[in-house]
T-cell receptor
Framework: GAGVSQTPSNKVTEKGKYVELRCDPI?????LYWYRQSLGQGPEFLIY????????DSGLPNDRFFAVRPEGSVSTLKIQRTERGDSAVYLC??????????????FGPGTRLTVL | TQLLEQSPQFLSIQEGENLTVYCNSS?????LQWYRQEPGEGPVLLVT?????EVKKLKRLTFQFGDARKDSSLHITAAQPGDTGLYLC????????FGTGTRLKVLA
C-alpha cells in the first residue's frame, strides 16, 4: 500500500501482559516516529528513528516501553508489564527525511490499545 | 517547553457558515502543520506553513502563519458536513508538538 500501515488495529490485553505493536512506513521513508494519543487530546511524541537507530527516545514514558527498527523499515513498539494507564491510540508516522525544515510526517491509522 | 494552544476547543456550526480556528504559542516554530483527524483514523496532513506571514489556500480552507511564526489560523469558508473532524496544529522540526485540537461539527 501507499500509506503507513499499523497492526493490529485494536489490541485488548490484561494488566501485566506484554504487547507488541507494528508499523510499516511508507516505502523509502527513512524517518519513523511513534506517538501516543489519549482520548480527547493531541498526539504526544514517543520516539523517532532515523534509519535503524533511535535518534530521540526522550518521549518514552518509562523503561517498560521500547521500540526497534532493525532493518530501517518496519518498526515494533514493545510495552512490558502493561498498566491501565497505557490505554491509548498508538500512532506511527513516517517522513522522507528527519530533520529537514518543513518535512512532513504522514500518519498511519493507529493501534487502539486497551489494558483491562 | 514549547506548547501549542488551539481555540476554540469545540465548534458546532450550520452548513454554509464560515469559521476560524486558532493555534497559538509563546515560542517560535520553524514550521507548522495542520492536520484533520476523523474517528478511528490517524491525522491526515492538510498543509505546512514555513514562512512568517505565509498564506496558503486549499479549496475552501485558508491557512495563515503569523509574521513572528508563533501562531497560525485556519479559516473555512462555507463549511460542509464533510469538514467535520478534529483539527490539529503541530510544530517542530521532527519531534512534533501537537496542539490541543479543535473538534468541529458541521450540521446539515
Amino acid at each position: 500500500g501507499a500509506g503507513v500501515s499499523q497492526t493490529p488495529s485494536n489490541k485488548v490485553t490484561e494488566k501485566g501482559k506484554y504487547v507488541e505493536l507494528r508499523c510499516d512506513p511508507i516505502s523509502g521513508h527513512t524517518a519513523l516516529y511513534w506517538y501516543r494519543q489519549s482520548l480527547g487530546q493531541g498526539p504526544e511524541f514517543l520516539i523517532y528513528f532515523q534509519g535503524t537507530g533511535a535518534a530521540d527516545d526522550s518521549g518514552l514514558p518509562n523503561d517498560r516501553f521500547f521500540a526497534v527498527r532493525p532493518e530501517g523499515s518496519v518498526s515494533t513498539l514493545k510495552i512490558q508489564r502493561t498498566e491501565r494507564g497505557d490505554s491509548a491510540v498508538y500512532l506511527c508516522a513516517s517522513s522522507a527525511r528527519g530533520t529537514v525544515l518543513g518535512n512532513e510526517q504522514f500518519f498511519g491509522p493507529g493501534t487502539r490499545l486497551t489494558v483491562l | 517547553t514549547q506548547l501549542l494552544e488551539q481555540s476554540p476547543q469545540f465548534l458546532s456550526i450550520q452548513e454554509g457558515e464560515n469559521l476560524t480556528v486558532y493555534c497559538n504559542s509563546s515560542s517560535v516554530f520553524s514550521s507548522l502543520q495542520w492536520y484533520r483527524q476523523e474517528p478511528g483514523e490517524g491525522p491526515v496532513l492538510l498543509v505546512t506553513v514555513v514562512t512568517g506571514g505565509e498564506v496558503k489556500k486549499l479549496k475552501r480552507l485558508t491557512f495563515q502563519f503569523g509574521d513572528a511564526r508563533k501562531d497560525s489560523s485556519l479559516h473555512i469558508t462555507a463549511a460542509q458536513p464533510g469538514d467535520t473532524g478534529l483539527y490539529l496544529c503541530a510544530g517542530g522540526t521532527y519531534k512534533y508538538i501537537f496542539g490541543t485540537g479543535t473538534r468541529l461539527k458541521v450540521l446539515a
